[in-house]
């Protein structure tokens, strides 16, 4: 079972853990999408999971009638409810869910409710489970739910009671990647998204997370990174980065694509082995008396820099690292190649 309060404003806002503790699994970047929906003739499946917030046009109209950026079915004539089909691009662990239903006032569904599986095909009936119970939704608002147990999911069935709009659907999580299927001789990004990699700590995302850093693929845009706010008190920026596995680092990739005006000048990279994440309030003093694996390194406009040799490898195997920029700015991509710890 699971519990729920509603939240009329950003839970992010309301609930900072989410983004320190979690990934959006249901973001488009991980390959997730919507594979089915019984009807969404006012506005497309797949925007319900768009990574933007969503957006009112108030003279905005199209052929079906008043454009929603969202999911949105027609006004149910007969016996039944609607639903939608949402295949997660990464297996993972979901532990809570927000059925957003910005800008739907009389048009939101009262009710709802989510089925998982976890099959690596298209799921039958019997393999769906419970698990977000039906309940009321409020228009206009995030639902958000967290779950008493995290469920591991491949698959999500959204049903809506009877019709009517879902914004964004959120689906609060960590990756599940099986390291088993990964040669301890194989180099692979231990700071992915995709594998299971996140931020867990930092001072400052006044632009993006850091999570962006560990994105798939090349930045599209500069908001796609982690940006900081302007300094305008002595100090620096920074973050920590959990790996998705234990490992041993053998090139460091530091990207300030689109960053031009607001790159940062300078960055070092610290890094330790831990058996679990440190506590928030302990985790600035603790992390910054870790061993450093990149000394003070200048950074350009704009460009990747690579970063391998001896000075990384020395330091054997690493779970944590801690990126300090100075004093501010912003970064699209950071890549950890490095092979897996075995035993771990």
Same mark, same amino acid.
């Given at each position: 079972? $699971?519990?729920?309060?509603?939240l009329? $404003?950003n839970? &992010? ?10 990934v #959006?699994l249901?973001?488009?970047?991980? %390959?997730t999408?919507?594979?089915?929906a ?18 009112f ?20 004539r ?6 939608a089909?949402v295949?997660?691009?990464?297996? @993972?662990?979901?532990a809570? !869910? ?6 739907f006032? %009389?048009n939101?569904p009262?009710?709802?409710?989510i ?6 095909g298209e799921?039958?009936?019997n393999?769906?489970q419970? &698990?977000?119970?039906?309940? $009321? ?7 958000? !739910?967290?779950?008493d *147990?995290p469920?591991? *999911?491949?698959?999500l069935?959204?049903?809506?009671f ?9 689906v609060?999580?960590?990756v599940?990647? #099986?390291?088993?299927? !990964? ?7 231990l700071? *992915?998204l995709?594998?299971? %990699? ?6 400052d995302? /006044?632009y993006g997370s850091p999570?962006n ?5 090349t930045?599209p !845009? ?6 900081t706010?302007?300094?305008r008190?002595?100090g620096?920026?920074w973050?920590?980065?959990? &790996? ?6 053998? =090139?460091i +990739?530091i ?5 031009k ?5 300078r960055?070092t990279? =610290? ?5 679990q994440?440190?506590?928030?309030r302990?985790?600035?003093a +603790?992390s $910054?008396?870790?061993?450093e ?8 406009a704009d ?9 990384i490898?020395? /330091?054997?195997?690493i779970?944590?690292?801690r +990126? #300090?920029?100075?004093?501010d700015g912003?970064?699209?991509?950071l890549r ?6 075995? @035993?771990?």
């Amino acid at each position: 079972m $699971s519990f729920e309060r509603f939240l009329t $404003s950003n839970p &992010l806002a309301e609930e900072p853990e989410l983004l320190r503790k979690f990934v #959006d699994l249901a973001h488009p970047r991980l %390959g997730t999408k919507v594979t089915f929906a019984t009807d969404d003739f006012f506005a497309d499946k797949s925007r319900m999971i768009l990574p933007e917030p969503p957006l009112f046009y108030p003279d905005r109209f199209d052929d079906h009638g008043k454009w929603m950026d969202g999911w949105e079915s027609r006004r149910k004539r007969e016996p039944g409810h609607d639903h939608a089909v949402v295949k997660l691009g990464q297996r @993972g662990t979901i532990a809570a !869910v927000d059925i957003d239903t910005s800008f739907f006032t %009389g048009n939101f569904p009262p009710e709802a409710k989510i089925e998982a599986a976890d099959v690596p095909g298209e799921p039958g009936e019997n393999d769906w489970q419970p &698990l977000v119970g039906k309940r $009321s939704l409020r228009g206009d608002s995030h639902n958000l !739910v967290h779950l008493d *147990a995290p469920t591991s *999911a491949r698959w999500l069935r959204l049903h809506i009671f009877p019709d009517g709009g879902v914004a964004r659907l959120r689906v609060y999580g960590t990756v599940e990647k #099986d390291w088993s299927e !990964v040669g301890a001789d194989e180099t692979v990004d231990l700071a *992915a998204l995709v594998n299971g %990699g996140s931020a867990i700590a930092w001072n400052d995302a /006044h632009y993006g997370s850091p999570a962006n850093m560990l994105a798939p693929g090349t930045a599209p !845009v500069m908001s796609d990174g982690w940006e900081t706010a302007r300094r305008r008190t002595p100090g620096n920026d920074w973050c920590v980065i959990r &790996l998705g596995h234990p490992g041993t680092i053998e =090139r460091i +990739l530091i990207d300030t694509k689109h960053f031009k005006g607001n790159y940062p000048d300078r960055c070092t990279l =610290r890094a330790a082995k831990l058996t679990q994440n440190p506590q928030q309030r302990e985790i600035e003093a +603790l992390s $910054s008396l870790w061993p450093e694996i990149v000394t003070s390194t200048k950074l350009q406009a704009d460009t990747e820099l690579t970063i391998e040799g001896r000075d990384i490898e020395r /330091h054997g195997a690493i779970s944590h690292v801690r +990126l #300090d920029i100075f004093p501010d700015g912003g970064i699209s991509r950071l890549r950890l190649f490095g092979k897996k710890t075995c @035993g771990n």
